[in-house]
């Protein structure tokens, strides 16, 4: 059986979790058409590396990201660190060569975004980023509802992604309250899914956005130990400059006279995950909710007044993907599983020589969006999403 050889760096949330998907990967699909092989893991510090590659099964670590990006043995370079360093990373990865895996949002702007695409295009490498919300079957499922006119062509949008993870003021100063390390707040980090999952299911590009952001939270207390992001409360009594955004609300305008909002917060208390669109077409609508994950619901506007109304459709082992986990219906893929999903798909992309999806290019035009939506908010006005970027 092949083997592909995964060189991770950054051993965080997103790491551990990238790192369980290839292991379930494994057992899900069988190692087929290629078995992962988590190989050599880096992250801030050797000692960090060492501790990551006992806990998550890598054969070796690394004393720094570089020593990952030229080891011979590595065939796919993973990248879980903060967003400021996606782009170095993959940049030397290209140049070695490797295929790249890379989280969300791809980089900080959208020019380095574009560089990324086209330098990783040039060399003819695989490239994914990790816009695992559309990997649920149920988004396969919608998306082709739409393409195939079951709801007509769409004329409205609506989307939202609000959690509560930075309500509370106690909760220490993170890479993602530093711009120079997040490049943005929510709208960045949140939105860059809110706009993956209207890229995948509407396909039309967005042509203007209007955007206002907020920081409601500016200052934080110092994290007792720099290192990764976490939720437990505490730090020093030392206050931190909090300047990435904690609220946005989008407005946007898309294809032939399509119109839409999305709203993303990361301060919304009470709602831990409140992820969900509306997608309305000339002929029915498409809703989903992610607190029902398995179920995609759909309007047509057809049939008896009396019986009309949304049809709850649960998603089950019809789809290939579902049916690797479960065989029976109903019982609802959670957000693990779409991470072992999409490194299916990548190690099948990989396997097969092909591009992957979402790839770079996907990111980088998600970056634009965000771009738009930053300057939209900066100067208080409509802005053309090809103001930006390249
Ligand atoms: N797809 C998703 O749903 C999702 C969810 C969370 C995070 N993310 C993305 O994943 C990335 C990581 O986020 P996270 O929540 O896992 O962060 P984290 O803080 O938990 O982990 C980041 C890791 O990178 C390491 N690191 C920092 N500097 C490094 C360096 N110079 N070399 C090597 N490693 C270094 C840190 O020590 C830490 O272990 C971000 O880009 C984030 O936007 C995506």
């Known amino acids: 059986m092949a083997e592909l050889k995964i060189g991770l760096i950054g051993a965080g949330w997103m790491g551990k979790t990238h790192s369980m998907a290839y292991r379930a ?52 370079v993973d990248i879980t660190t903060p967003n400021d360093l996606h782009f170095d990373v993959a940049m030397a990865a290209i140049a070695a060569g490797k295929h790249v895996y890379c989280e969300k949002p791809l980089t900080n702007d959208a020019g380095t975004a574009f560089e990324m695409a086209a330098a990783a295009e040039k060399a003819g ?23 195939e ?3 007509g062509p769409v004329r409205h949008y609506r989307g939202a992604f609000n959690s509560d993870f930075l309500g509370r003021r106690d909760v220490p100063f993170s890479w993602r309250n530093d711009k120079a390390r997040a490049g943005s707040g929510v ?39 720099a290192g990764r992001f976490s939720l437990d409360a505490g730090g020093s009594a030392d206050l931190v400059r909090a300047d990435t955004d904690d609220i946005a609300t989008v407005m946007f305008r898309f294809g032939d006279g399509g119109t839409g909002h999305m709203e993303m917060s990361r301060v919304a208390f009470g709602r831990r995950m409140e992820i969900g669109y509306d997608v309305t077409g000339t002929e029915g609508a498409l809703r989903y909710l992610y607190d029902r994950i398995n ?22 082992p019809t789809d290939p993907r579902y049916a690797a986990f479960y065989p029976v219906p109903g019982i609802g893929a959670g957000y ?7 490194a299916q798909d990548l190690l099948e992309a990989v396997a097969a020589g092909r591009p992957a999806y979402p790839d770079f290019r996907f990111g980088a035009e998600i970056q634009r969006l965000i771009d738009a939506c930053i300057l939209s908010d900066a100067e ?3 802005v053309k999403v090809a103001e930006v970027g390249p």
């Open 336 to 342: 693990n599983d779409y991470k072992v999903m999409e």
């Open 295 to 316: 179920e995609l619901q759909l309007y047509r506007e057809e049939g008896p007044q009396e019986t009309k109304g949304f049809k709850r459709i649960e998603m089950g």
């Open 25 to 76: 990967a494994r057992l899900a699909f069988g190692g087929d058409p290629a078995e992962p092989v988590l190989e050599v893991v880096a992250d801030a510090t050797e000692e960090i590396a060492a501790r990551a590659a006992a806990d998550l099964g890598f054969r070796r670590h690394a004393r720094d990201w570089r020593e990952v990006v030229e080891d011979p043995a590595v065939d796919i």
């Open 187 to 225: 709208i960045g980090d949140i939105g860059a899914h809110c706009f993956a999952y209207f890229r995948h299911l509407v396909t039309q590009p967005i042509d203007e956005v209007m955007c206002d952001l907020r920081i409601v939270i500016d200052e934080r207390p110092r994290a007792e130990s």
């Open 149 to 151: 006119g079951e709801i």
């Open 380 to 382: 208080g006005r409509w």
């Open 125 to 147: 490498v695989t490239t994914m980023v990790g816009f695992n919300y559309v990997k649920n079957p149920v988004q396969g499922l919608a998306r082709r509802l739409i393409a």
